[in-house]
């Protein structure tokens, strides 16, 4: 089991738009600071708040009003508008930064978010492995907490377990993973000047899990010994994906609350009550297995924005619906182009989405096409007459509370580039040198 223990890490950045926000106006630093959404029909919601804010209580969903309540200096900062619309380019751009950062030291990076990606660092670990450790020295694990225990137990107990005879090879990977997150989290500060959090264990469920035990700028390690105490007492709502409506559903099920619970169930008992796959999940979580990998995704799968109508705001008008549509697609054609540029690909499809009111309940729709240029313009008359034919009239008025779009399926253009670099090299370079070296590529001119 040892040898194919993984160590996974989840780096997260701390009240992350604030960061961005106190290092683009450095008069923010040292105060509490709320970033607020201003929406049409009430005054500003927060949603983000920095770590001096949060010790007074303010927090993510409070108005403006609540927030100055609880703290009557807290500085707010907007969030930038663009085209009558939110506009995140610079927390994107800023989550791109950190993520190059993550990405030097290891390839086997996911973005799970703008502001967290899951690393990978079994072979970096392996690697320190095989150098030879004699010992973990206290001082390289400044801001680590352990699971369960005091960091400097936890670092004199691996070379000492009773259990494994005198020795337990996952603790001391754990270890070594996260002395390489503090140098990680150490050349994040130094690069971009964000602090971030992490969480570090054998998959990706545990990192994530303990990420936010000990924020801000520290980091948490959770060891296998120490997960069925933690999960005695953790509710089910705490593991991904059973948060919402399905946590609720095995927790009523099951007549449970904690996910040590699901310990009581042997997997048959679980794949009859649920699936198969399902029960196998519920039977793995509850001994902390999780098998996913870290799949590497340095860039994000679809490029999507939305806009909502919430009450007396919804489009009943052709001319509404139409604007607003030219406005989503100038910026997706927008944000397609830098990507483009950037990472070298091209989208191939488009979902149009949109929510219409309809005898007071919400009717959402959504269709998917080919996507075929990124020009602003098609793009929006495109996704118009999708709309057109798609939405219910009612009483000749579109009554809509939301319009999306959102672009996915990239195909690389690399290597289309790397042949117009070679026909571009080979009209000025001499051409029976280049013919003789690369004869094969002859048929590309096609
Ligand atoms: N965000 C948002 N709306 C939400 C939640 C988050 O716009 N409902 C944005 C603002 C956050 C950023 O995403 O700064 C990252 O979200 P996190 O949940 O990671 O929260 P923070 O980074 O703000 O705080 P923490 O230090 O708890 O991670
Ligand atoms: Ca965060
Ligand atoms: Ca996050």
């Given at each position: 089991m040892?040898?194919k223990?993984?160590v996974?890490?989840?780096?997260?950045?701390?009240?992350f738009?604030?960061?961005?926000?106190e290092?683009l106006n450095?008069?923010?630093q040292?105060?509490?600071?709320a970033?607020v959404?201003?929406?049409?029909?009430r005054?500003?919601g927060?949603?983000?708040?920095?770590?001096?804010a949060?010790?007074?209580?303010v927090?993510?969903?409070?108005w403006?009003?609540e927030?100055?309540?609880?703290c009557?200096?807290?500085?707010?900062a907007?969030?930038a508008?663009?085209?009558?619309?939110?506009d995140l380019?610079?927390?994107r751009?800023?989550?791109k930064?950190?993520a190059?950062v993550l990405?030097s030291f290891?390839?086997?990076l996911?973005?799970?978010?703008?502001?967290?990606a899951?690393?990978?660092l079994t072979?970096a670990?392996?690697?320190?492995?095989?150098?030879?450790?004699?010992n973990?020295?206290?001082?390289?694990?400044?801001t680590t907490?352990?699971?369960?225990?005091?960091?400097?137990?936890?670092?004199?107990?691996?070379?000492?377990?009773?259990?494994t005879?005198?020795?337990?090879?996952?603790?001391l990977?754990?270890a070594?993973?996260?002395?390489?997150?503090e140098?990680?989290?150490a050349?994040?500060?130094e690069?971009?000047?964000?602090r971030?959090?992490?969480g570090?264990?054998?998959?990706?469920?545990?990192?994530k899990l303990v990420?936010?035990l000990?924020?801000?700028?520290k980091?948490?390690?959770l060891?296998?010994n120490?997960i069925?105490q933690?999960?005695?007492?953790?509710?089910?709502?705490?593991i991904k994906?059973?948060?919402?409506k399905?946590g609720?559903?095995v927790?009523?099920?099951?007549g449970?609350?904690?996910?040590?619970?699901?310990?009581k169930f042997?997997?048959?008992e679980?794949?009859?009550?649920f699936?198969?796959k399902?029960?196998?999940?519920?039977y793995?979580?509850?001994?902390?297995?999780?098998?996913e990998p870290v799949?590497p995704?340095?860039?994000?799968?679809?490029?999507?924005?939305?806009k909502?109508?919430p009450?007396?705001?919804?489009?009943?008008?052709?001319?509404?619906v139409e604007?607003?549509?030219?406005?989503?697609g100038?910026?997706v054609s927008?944000?397609?182009?830098?990507?483009?540029?950037?990472n070298?690909r091209k989208?191939k499809?488009?979902?149009?989405?949109f929510?219409?009111?309809i005898?007071?309940?919400?009717v959402s729709?959504s269709?998917t096409?080919?996507?075929k240029s990124y020009?602003?313009?098609?793009i929006?008359e495109d996704?118009?007459?999708?709309?057109?034919?798609?939405?219910?009239?009612?009483?000749g008025l579109y009554?809509v509370?939301?319009l999306?779009?959102?672009?996915?399926?990239?195909?690389d253009?690399k290597q289309?580039?790397?042949?117009?670099y070679?026909?571009?090299?080979?009209n000025?370079q001499?051409?029976?040198k280049i013919?003789?070296?690369?004869?094969?590529?002859?048929c590309?001119n096609?």
């Amino acid at each position: 089991m040892s040898q194919k223990m993984r160590v996974i890490a989840l780096v997260d950045m701390d009240c992350f738009y604030c960061q961005v926000e106190e290092k683009l106006n450095p008069a923010l630093q040292g105060k509490p600071v709320a970033v607020v959404q201003y929406n049409l029909w009430r005054e500003g919601g927060i949603i983000a708040a920095n770590y001096l804010a949060k010790e007074k209580g303010v927090t993510k969903g409070m108005w403006m009003h609540e927030a100055k309540d609880l703290c009557p200096e807290i500085q707010f900062a907007r969030v930038a508008e663009l085209r009558g619309r939110a506009d995140l380019t610079k927390y994107r751009e800023a989550g791109k930064q950190v993520a190059n950062v993550l990405n030097s030291f290891t390839n086997l990076l996911e973005r799970a978010s703008v502001d967290e990606a899951y690393l990978d660092l079994t072979e970096a670990v392996k690697l320190e492995l095989m150098k030879g450790i004699s010992n973990i020295p206290l001082e390289n694990l400044k801001t680590t907490h352990v699971v369960g225990c005091d960091t400097s137990d936890f670092i004199s107990n691996i070379g000492n377990n009773e259990d494994t005879d005198g020795f337990c090879e996952d603790d001391l990977k754990l270890a070594i993973g996260g002395i390489i997150v503090e140098k990680i989290r150490a050349a994040v500060y130094e690069r971009t000047g964000y602090r971030c959090s992490a969480g570090i264990s054998h998959n990706k469920i545990l990192a994530k899990l303990v990420c936010g035990l000990h924020k801000p700028n520290k980091q948490t390690i959770l060891p296998q010994n120490a997960i069925s105490q933690y999960f005695s007492e953790l509710p089910l709502r705490k593991i991904k994906r059973l948060g919402g409506k399905f946590g609720k559903k095995v927790a009523e099920e099951l007549g449970i609350q904690y996910v040590g619970e699901l310990l009581k169930f042997s997997d048959k008992e679980l794949s009859k009550k649920f699936d198969a796959k399902t029960g196998q999940w519920l039977y793995n979580i509850a001994r902390g297995i999780d098998n996913e990998p870290v799949s590497p995704k340095l860039i994000s799968k679809s490029i999507s924005c939305c806009k909502r109508f919430p009450g007396k705001n919804a489009l009943f008008k052709h001319k509404d619906v139409e604007h607003w549509m030219n406005e989503l697609g100038l910026e997706v054609s927008e944000r397609l182009e830098k990507d483009q540029e950037e990472n070298s690909r091209k989208a191939k499809m488009i979902t149009i989405s949109f929510t219409q009111e309809i005898n007071k309940n919400d009717v959402s729709n959504s269709k998917t096409c080919r996507l075929k240029s990124y020009d602003a313009k098609k793009i929006a008359e495109d996704a118009l007459q999708v709309i057109i034919k798609n939405c219910k009239k009612l009483d000749g008025l579109y009554h809509v509370k939301y319009l999306g779009l959102s672009v996915g399926n990239f195909e690389d253009i690399k290597q289309k580039k790397d042949i117009k670099y070679f026909l571009a090299r080979k009209n000025t370079q001499d051409m029976s040198k280049i013919e003789s070296q690369n004869n094969e590529s002859e048929c590309d001119n096609s």
